[in-house]
């Protein structure tokens, strides 16, 4: 059976002294300036939404053309 209280010992004793182990930082200064929104990120929704749109109507498009032209069987599919 290991001997734990004299491994805490030679822990404490080996660690560093905590002036060494620690240091003090300085406590950065919140900006009081109120955060801008250029619109960037209304447009980069505002083009996913569309772009995803346009991309689901033309999937669907092909589709359904390559079903009507029988290159692909949907009972093969499901």
């Not at 209280?5 to 182990?21: D, G, I």
């Not at 900006?31 to 772009?51: A, R």
Request: hydrophobic letters at 40%; proline letters at 4%.
């Amino acid at each position: 059976m290991p001997d734990f209280e004299a491994l805490v010992r030679h822990q404490q004793t080996s660690r560093r002294p905590a002036t060494e182990r620690l240091k003090v930082v300085e406590k950065l200064s919140i900006s009081t300036q109120t955060p801008t929104t250029d619109g960037k990120n209304l447009s980069t929704l505002f083009f996913g939404l569309i772009g995803g749109l346009f991309g689901s109507i033309i999937g669907t498009a092909i589709i359904i053309y390559l079903s009507a032209k029988e290159l692909i069987d949907f009972k093969m599919l499901f």
